[in-house]
């Protein structure tokens, strides 16, 4: 890794406070995913102390959407708010 990827114009303490927020958004991204995801697909009587194979699908295609769509909003807002072509 480079010691030195900072862009021009902007000091270590600008670099350190832009990536502390980014880090931020990255761990409440990822617990809105997993609470969004445990709630639409896991039942809340456990009756296993394993995910059976129907949870473990709709998970899995929960985070995918969640991902495609976190992905799709970020094009959008680098786009200046246009939808991706």
Do not use: H
Request: glycine share 8%.
């Amino acid at each position: 890794m480079a010691a030195n990827n900072i862009p021009a114009g902007i000091d270590k303490e600008q670099a350190f406070g832009m990536a502390e927020t980014e880090m931020e958004y990255r761990v409440e991204l990822f617990n809105r995913l997993a609470q969004t995801c445990f709630s639409k697909c896991v039942d809340r009587k456990y009756k296993e102390s394993e995910l059976n194979m129907g949870e473990n699908t709709c998970i899995d295609r929960c985070v995918s959407k969640y991902w495609q769509v976190n992905g799709m909003i970020g094009q959008m807002l680098s786009a200046g708010g246009r939808p991706p072509m």
